[in-house]
T-cell receptor, first 113, second 111 residues
Framework: DAGITQSPRHKVTETGTPVTLRCHQTENHRYMYWYRQDPGHGLRLIHYSYGVKDTDKGEVSDGYSVSRSKTEDFLLTLESATSSQTSVYFC????????????FGNGTRLTVT | RKEVEQDPGPFNVPEGATVAFNCTYSNSASQSFFWYRQDCRKEPKLLMSVYSSGNEDGRFTAQLNRASQYISLLIRDSKLSDSATYLCVVNRMDSSYKLIFGSGTRLLVRP
């Protein structure tokens, strides 16, 4: 257990509303990631962080922002939710750094109506 | 072309069967390879890393073929509990060393 907690586990929201998902880790790992998983696409990287206030974009970052003000928390914000952002969102940490295996949280299932 | 490609399956096999999955990758410079397992509505979990010389973990054997740019996963003596989706993962050889996930191969083991 890598000590990763995602909240909320499930959320239904309306188009146009802002939404923030939280990822919390208990082991002070430097690298944290946000992925989304959709049928036929696999896991796609949204944003990642390599330290407090150090973040970078992944391959599907449009419409998302992130913040990392503390080592243990990595927040993902949907500025104005759209139906195309209905997905399962996973947070992950890298224990040994880039290129090493990731450990995932148990996911947030988001539905945008 | 996707960076990492897998046959989505499903592979439907009887208990006790041997089953193999392949995964192809496009970046010949990739250095890190992994297999993950994902149960329905759960998070992916690392099954095993894949080493150049091939490696085995109990009933599971992983192999890497750099010349043909694919990795494989062999499961012997399949159990009902092996039913899951198996994700192939390859690192992207740029400054970020980000991991790229395949869409997964679904395995169903029947009694």
């Amino acid at each position: 257990d890598a000590g990763i907690t995602q909240s909320p586990r499930h959320k239904v929201t309306e188009t146009g509303t802002p939404v923030t998902l939280r990822c919390h880790q208990t082991e002070n790992h430097r690298y944290m990631y946000w992925y989304r998983q959709d049928p036929g696409h696999g896991l796609r990287l949204i944003h990642y962080s390599y330290g407090v206030k150090d973040t970078d974009k992944g391959e599907v970052s449009d419409g998302y922002s992130v913040s990392r003000s503390k080592t243990e928390d990595f927040l993902l914000t949907l500025e104005s939710a759209t139906s195309s952002q209905t997905s399962v969102y996973f947070c992950a940490i890298s224990v040994k750094g880039p290129g090493s295996p990731l450990h995932f949280g148990n996911g947030t299932r988001l539905t945008v109506t | 072309r996707k960076e990492v490609e897998q046959d989505p399956g499903p592979f439907n096999v009887p208990e006790g069967a041997t089953v193999a999955f392949n995964c192809t990758y496009s970046n010949s410079a990739s250095q890190s390879f992994f297999w993950y397992r994902q149960d329905c509505r759960k998070e992916p979990k690392l099954l095993m890393s894949v080493y150049s010389s091939g490696n085995e973990d109990g009933r599971f054997t992983a192999q890497l073929n750099r010349a043909s740019q694919y990795i494989s996963l062999l499961i012997r003596d399949s159990k009902l509990s092996d039913s899951a989706t198996y994700l192939c993962v390859v690192n992207r050889m740029d400054s970020s060393y980000k991991l790229i996930f395949g869409s997964g191969t679904r395995l169903l083991v029947r009694p």
